[in-house]
């Protein structure tokens, strides 16, 4: 269990010390944490709409800080390049995250198909019930896309990596919440980089 969850810290160390320089970005993760966290609660009641926010909402937030606001040049505090980081990350990175993401935008089209998505929903007959179902399809495409990720880890890596990597993409907010909550007041300041990633270790 120790190692477990000293791969855990080392896991979420690499998250944050190579993805979450700009404090936009922590900002928009401080969003997302809260998004997610609403989501968690309302999933079991309705699934559809824990769906349609972690989807529309909390994801939408999230990438955005990585794709248009997290530096792209050499790293000057981790010594390593873009490049470097994205070939190590060990869950989604940008290529793998676009991917995903246009999994995300043309996955509704399934339903002008075949409305009853293959007899796993109601076939909807207005614009509710297609909201509805796209948010069913979308939790079908979170839930898919992690343990995806998990099971390729196993083999990439090994089973512990894979679980590793599924315990902190699930709570990720709880842990993100706590890590930037701070983020909108330093924005606030003008401080657009965290100046405090140099000094920080694992």
Known sequence: ?????????????????????????Q????????????????????????????WLVAMVSRQSGHFFFEPRGFDEVNHVTHEYKEEIKVGYNLRRKIVLLSLWVLSPLVLLVEPALFGLVEPHTDMAGFVRNTGLVWLGLGV??????????????????????ITKILTDP?????????????????????????????
Do not use: C
């Open 144 to 165: 898919g896309g992690l343990l995806f990720r998990t099971v390729h880890l196993f083999f990439l890596k090994d089973v512990r990596t894979g679980l590793v990597w």
């Open 27 to 54: 900002s928009l993760h401080f969003l997302s944490a809260l998004s997610f966290l609403y989501a968690y609660a309302i999933v079991l009641f309705n699934p559809a709409a824990a769906a349609l926010v972690g």
């Open 174 to 202: 709880f842990h993100d919440l706590m890590l930037y909550y701070k983020a909108p007041m330093y924005l606030m300041r003008g401080e657009l980089i965290d100046p405090g990633l140099g000094r920080q270790h694992s």
């Open 1 to 25: 269990m120790k190692s477990f969850l000293r791969a855990l810290e080392t896991q979420r160390w690499d998250d944050h010390r190579y993805y979450h320089h700009s404090r936009i970005n």
